[in-house]
């Protein structure tokens, strides 16, 4: 027996689930947990991710795109819950996302390999090359963008099935973006769309708000728009600066982003449009 | 068209959802949401709850049962979206709970009908008759208390189908609860298991917790021991007495009742053993 | 015996506290409680608010400002805690707010007397009056706004010591600000500064958020702009079309804006610039 | 300029904070931040802590007792802010809140010296030595418990000023916490009252709560039931298994430690009677 995890994205109509159930049960797959969601039962979209315990594997995956799939119009995609992710992890100076990521990672908490550490500051090497991982050292200034981002891209592109920024500082490019077969996961320090762009903790600040929080989020080449995995936020009081509004938030972006990192990683997350569907 | 709801707890084993999805379709109903839960694929035990818009909502509630229910051993109800169910409410002296259902329910945030409002006192009378609505005070006293449960339980009997306790401080009896053929939902004025029973707020005063909260729950026979429907929190420090803890857990109260008021009528909890499962 | 509540704002230098506590011992007061911030204990600003039991509060009051204020630069005010103010409730269709700061201060919850409850819509009439409360009905249409906001100030500056916009949908112009000789309190649907302007949970739908919030601050000429004095937050999901969102976030703008009126009803706020200290 | 913290616990009366500002201020002092509480004010406690600017801090502290603690009754210490304190952790299987306390330290967000890390396991020695710390390892049996906390208590009371217990799981005897000079702060992984002693997180998924917590709290002879310092929560759902209980508490039991740890350092707390004022 094998563990799949099948998700569907489809316009809604009648006999979905029927259909769906129905193959699976005729395969001898034993369905473990579904959860769907239908943005209106006649003219909406339908949402489904199930996980499956299936005796044959192979030929259920082969069979359900012409079976089911294709008649219905769907988007899907049908993974074994075993297969580990490859992840490359980015980084600048803050230590305090990457090394949350690698903690988990390494007590078990994170269902993945850790391709790689890519940072444009050499400040983590030691720490990530002692745990016997990968540090790649690419120093970005605006002269050398450019190639920075082709030699980010080849290694990314290269040994990883998802890259997520641990408090990367760089902006990546929509070419980059664009090129890059993979997606990427960015942990951003504010509660967005609220404070986008530099330092988000001076902004609210400067506001006065009585709640920070992060936000991970996918990346797309519109500056902290992309579609949002998960959010978190903290009471602040006026007695906090920014450093203290810094040092309270980071243990916010730490835990949104690994949640976040967590759910893709387990196949969670459905990207429609500029928004996620979390299951 | 008309929308059902299916509630399912059975055995889990293979084709469960194959099986009632299949039995949905073939009757022509179209699934607009579906939860499930599964303590464990093989040994566990499965819940499910469905919401179906149905042409002939009759006849697949008359067919289910042979066709479905029994070959899984499942315990199931099929109950109109639209039955609204008659609520009665009981409140003692503090007004907040019941005031803010009755306001809930005038500005038709609850699907329900008020059957009645039942206090041991009197204060109550004029705001709830005001509204159009029945109240009926029974009044308790050690010495009464058998014939006051009486008449408390001929009049839910009679006109409820679901009876809340919005801070009613009268501890009802084994009997009570064995004879009455509906449900009662207390709000406890702490976060159960901590602080069961009398002056809830003196308790987390003196212990010195620095998290107040409030649980709504099924009443048994047991005191605040029942299955827990929603529970929230709210942070306190050393500056609150008994009395500011109480105003600030009130706005908790109210709120957590409401929400597991809600869910009850919208027919979203499955009680199993001493918990419930909330979809 | 009077309680004084005494709020301070100055720049920080040395013997501050020492000077005004001494000065209180010696007017035979007691502090009862002392909050205060600091921006910078050199060059920043002094933030202070004590509640003082007083024998004499009269000539407390009349000796402060020579014997301390003026020395240490102070903005300061000494208001008697029994002191109840006169509140004006403005609202439009949505009742939730409305109704929850008159439940409130029909409770003894809200430590002021309400002045008159005005609106640009007749819907809230016979409750309000009910209550035995003043209700001024104020159309607004484009044509009319000049002569429906004299009116308005007319009556809020006559009747009121604070205005609260409890969920009030005309923008109020700021030649009306200007002249209105009292702060106005708004609640605004979702957690400023995300998501400004008309019909936050739309955009908080569009933008996918997973939290939501609302937040409540002092009305400035600039929309949505003026000073935070509380927010509060609650998560959602992907499920939540817009108008589970309002309903989900009714609950808490109505406690986020009791909590900013309470707060500003004790005296426990000082405006500074654009942001607030809530002791 | 050396900054000192003044931590005073006394019977409240009249006159306490002009006589302590009125010092400070003779003696060159300049109050940074200050926080008080009485629990009433005539009859009851006195609470406060002041940051002050001293430029005679060894003037200041030898003179304060005689001039104004002992007039008032006070119980009080006076602590340079830069005097870091002597920490032990103790763990035992579980590293998170280990490392975690580990992580903030090296990042310079916990102001005190690691004196030494003992657990009654080897699995952490590597990491703890890795980073330069002295590990000890104490196993404790039935039979050898005396000896080994014996061994414990003379390290700690040798090397430390507080010890951590970051999930220790071992039982303090009232004979070790009698004789030992120094406070032991435990977290407990539930919302204390609720699920003292042995698998909390089995006691809460039996108990089917919607919420589950974490407790940090100084040690006493009765189980889990010493002051509490700080409390933290998270939501869950019928979905979270007894282990998915342990994992998405752990992010709570971390924090939740790592802010009482922190509020330790920096003398924020005044243990009074089973409970605590933190400021």
Known sequence: MERLR??????????????????????????????????????????????????????????????VAEPFGMTWRMVGAHERKRMAILASREPHCLLDLLWRWRAGDLPADIACVISNHLDHREVVEAMGLEYHHIPVTPQTKPEAEQRLLELVSDKADVAVLARYMQILSAELLDAAPLPFINIHHSFLPAFVGAQPYRQA???????????????????????????????????????????????????????????????????????TVVF
């Open 6 to 67: 099948l998700l569907i994205d489809c316009p809604d109509r009648r006999g979905i689930v029927a259909a769906v159930s129905t193959f699976l049960a005729q395969h001898l797959g034993n369905i473990v947990t579904s959860d769907q969601h239908s943005t209106h039962p006649t003219d909406g979209r339908f949402y489904m991710r199930m996980e499956v315990d299936a005796e044959d594997p192979v030929a259920m995956r082969n069979a359900f795109g012409q079976a």
């Open 205 to 275: 600040f400067d506001r006065g708000v009585k709640i920070i929080g992060a936000t991970a989020h996918y990346v797309t080449a519109e500056l902290d728009a992309g579609p949002i995995i998960e959010q978190d936020v903290a009471r602040v009081t006026h007695r906090a600066g920014v450093d203290e509004l810094a040092r309270l938030g980071a243990d916010i972006e730490r835990v949104v982003l690994a949640r976040a990192v967590r759910w893709h990683l387990e196949d969670r997350i459905i990207v429609t449009g500029d928004k």
